[in-house]
């Protein structure tokens, strides 16, 4: 299976920048990577235009947890979906943390990802606080747990699971291979009884994030059941991330 890479721009760039990070990003040869970018809504349109006839993909950073109607300021996985968005960002920490996003929230939306069609990218992972009490299985259970509340089998199989312990990001802090091996085997376990041990070997792609560089990467090349990363800071620049793909 090809490394898959996502690139969450979060509130950052401008649409001079991303018109020419996309021109330089569709010249580029990731024959061997999925790539995946996730622009702010107001950019998801130029995106989608000028990668329409491109393999790269494109996320949302989030998305409402309900269908249709009156619900000012919202963007709903249908209309998501009308601008080509294959995935969505759903429990990122800074959702959870600064926008109070709980798990049933989080549940809703990923209902509606997959009602949709559009494949959900859960984000988990635990606080400093949790990790220094030791907390980290109990906390990735839980969120697992609570976000895939009464999702069929066959949905369960189109998620992806990013394992992003909240002192990562954006801090240069990474996880040691001990740490992640710990978080993939709790998730692993968690998945496995929620779907049954064959469908999560064939199906649940894992991926890591936090403080993700060109440098750092090399050492997790090396970790056999992690098919992906999701990047921020470092995919601010286009150079950056391609040096990331590259490694
Ligand atoms: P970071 O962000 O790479 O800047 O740590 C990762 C993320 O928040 O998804």
Known sequence: MKKIFIANWKMNLNQKAISSYLRKIKTTDFSSAEIVLAPAFPYLSLVFTALKKNKIKIAAQDVASTKEGAFTGE???????????????????????????GDDLINEKVKQTLENGLTPILCIGETLAEKVQGQRSTILNQQLRQALKNITKDNLKKIIIAYEPVWAIGTGNVVTEMELDEAFRVIKRTMIGLLGNDFFEKNTVFVYGGSVDEKNIVAFKKI????????????LTVEKFKAIIQA
Do not use: C, N, T, W
């Open 75 to 101: 963007v709903s996985a249908k209309m998501l979906k009308d601008f080509g968005v294959k995935m969505v960002l759903i429990g990122h920490s800074e959702r959870r943390h600064y926008f109070h996003e």
């Open 224 to 235: 056999p059941y992690l098919q992906g990363f999701l990047i921020g800071g470092a995919s």
